[in-house]
């Protein structure tokens, strides 16, 4: 982007005619029409009034290419991973922070020639590797102040493996807080942090509550395309994600119901009277114990809310009357054996 495009450019951002930069400024209208054609540049003296004026920094102004796009970005990268497998670590660096200095403003570029750098060093013989820290993570660094989420991120991960990899714990905790609480991605890398500090039941809590809430979403996931069959009749499919959530289930030690229950469903649709029994029967049995899971030693770090008294009785009750449903389970009503199921 030439000078006269980006005066231009937030000079409209301003909301400004120009006319009024001209007044500004003191020069004509015409001057700044031939600025923007790109016909002439504005005098040396008058580069810093002009960024003032448009409430932009002189390097700005003066950076033909403020921004690259995300086509532009990537065709350097992959200039960068070529010279890397071809070229001396420190000529790829130099061209590196050329690249940097010519693009001052690319904050994708920085971050992501940054962690390539770093990560080419770590998997290479790089003489004297340390003498390249400053300026990689004063890059990284950069990267957290962006707009953009994904680079934030990227840097901040970047910034917590760096640290950790020094066994300067304390320091990489603090990129921690680049990401989200709800970010599973924190509460794996706090999780490793304190093992590597040596805490570690607080280590082990963290690894099985990110366990125990991975395999819920999982188990969400895998019951929506459960249902997306259903709603599509395709049966056999059905059937098939039907086996792996009772694998999951299995797996985590979720218990017998959550093993089931989602195959009643499926019973139903297909008027099989005798699983729909079965089913029924196991599922009356399993749901008293419905929090067993909280006893099985793949969660023995956590700390489950106590259930009240008398909770399994009340989902079992709460079962019953969905067993009940006469729209539902029409097709059954004339069945003995049901009809002593549900009494």
């Not at 690319?106 to 770093?118: G, Y």
């Amino acid at each position: 982007m030439r000078i006269g495009e980006i005066i231009r450019k937030y000079r409209k951002e301003q909301e400004m005619t120009q006319e009024q930069l001209a007044k500004l400024l003191g020069v004509t209208a015409s001057a700044v029409n031939k600025w923007e054609r790109g016909s002439a540049c504005p005098d040396i003296s008058l580069l810093a009034p002009v960024a003032r004026a448009l409430s932009i920094t002189l390097d700005t102004l003066l950076a033909y290419h403020e921004r690259l796009s995300e086509e532009e970005v990537n065709e350097i990268l992959k200039e960068l991973k070529v010279r890397m497998e071809k070229e001396p670590y420190q000529e790829v660096f130099g061209w590196v922070q050329d690249k940097i200095y010519t693009f001052p403003n690319s904050e994708a570029l920085i971050v992501q020639a940054s962690v390539m750098l770093n990560a080419h060093r770590i998997v290479s013989e790089v003489p004297d590797a340390k003498q390249y820290d400053e300026q990689i993570l004063a890059w990284m660094e950069r990267g957290l102040q962006s707009r953009d989420e994904k680079l934030r991120l990227m840097a901040a991960e970047a910034l917590y493996t760096f640290y950790l990899s020094r066994q300067a714990y304390e320091k990489a905790g603090e990129y921690l807080q680049y990401f989200s609480d709800q970010n599973p991605e924190k509460q794996y890398r706090q999780a490793a942090l304190y093992g590597r500090k040596g805490q570690t039941e607080e280590a082990y809590r963290t690894y099985e509550e990110l366990l125990y809430h991975e395999q819920n979403r999982v188990m969400m996931i895998l019951n929506g395309i459960y249902m997306l069959h259903l709603q599509e009749k395709d049966l056999a499919q059905a059937h098939y994600i039907a086996d792996k959530i009772e694998q999951m289930a299995g797996s985590f030690e979720m218990g017998r119901y959550y093993e089931v229950c989602h195959r009643l469903e499926l019973a139903v649709q297909e008027k099989d009277k005798e699983l729909c029994i079965e089913l029924a029967k196991e599922m009356l049995c399993a749901i008293q114990d419905i929090c067993g899971f909280t006893r099985s030693s793949l969660y023995s770090h956590m700390t489950f809310q106590k259930m009240e008294e008398g909770y399994g009785e009340t989902m079992r009750e709460g079962l019953l009357a969905c067993l009940r449903d006469e729209e539902t389970f029409q097709f059954m009503e004339e069945d003995e054996r049901w009809k002593q199921v549900i009494a």
